[in-house]
């Protein structure tokens, strides 16, 4: 009988090495791009990633309702909730029922919200010209257009829907 503890034989996969596996890259990758830039605006300013996430959506697209900002920012909704729980703590998002249905808060970012959206956006920008700066600009375009693909690719996968293949 065996035991879940017992040590187990390793099993040799043909040409598979984690490292070199995309989905992990992407996620190695967005691990170190997100903490990088969260030191500009955790150290300076004392808000968390979360917390930036929503700042700058609501930057560019109040008024919105926490499910938007969950959709927009791709969050989970009890981190919108508690990111946005500490926001309105501190003075940086207003909350207030949408007129038009009760159930529904609407936010918008206070003053207060909208100077530090100001003071962090060309940190964050300067941060990203920084980091691109060592790479050509055909392969910046050739980044963006991959990752346009990709995601274009993994929106209709998940959607069931096989894409039309032109070039067929």
């Not at 927009?72 to 998002?93: D, P």
């Not at 249905?101 to 970012?109: E, G, K, P």
């Not at 980091?131 to 209709?156: F, I, K, V, W, Y």
């Amino acid at each position: 009988m065996s035991s879940e503890n017992e040590p187990v034989e390793v099993l040799e996969v043909p040409d598979f090495q984690l490292e070199r596996f995309l989905p992990y890259r992407f996620n190695v990758l967005a691990d170190l791009l997100s903490r990088s830039l969260a030191a500009i605006y955790q150290e300076r300013f004392g808000i968390s990633v979360p917390e930036w996430r929503i700042l700058a959506t609501l930057g560019r697209e109040a008024p919105l309702s926490a499910g938007e900002v969950g959709a927009r920012t791709r969050m989970e909704k009890a981190r919108v909730s508690r990111a946005l729980t500490r926001l309105v703590e501190n003075g940086l998002v207003n909350r207030q029922a949408d007129p038009r249905d009760n159930r529904v808060a609407v936010l918008r970012l206070s003053r207060r919200g909208q100077s530090l959206y100001r003071r962090i956006v060309p940190l964050a920008k300067a941060w990203e010209r920084e980091l691109l700066a060592g790479l050509p600009a055909e392969t910046l375009q050739a980044l963006d257009q991959a990752l346009d693909l990709l995601q274009t690719r993994l929106l209709l996968l998940r959607a069931g829907e096989e894409p039309d293949n032109a070039a067929d």
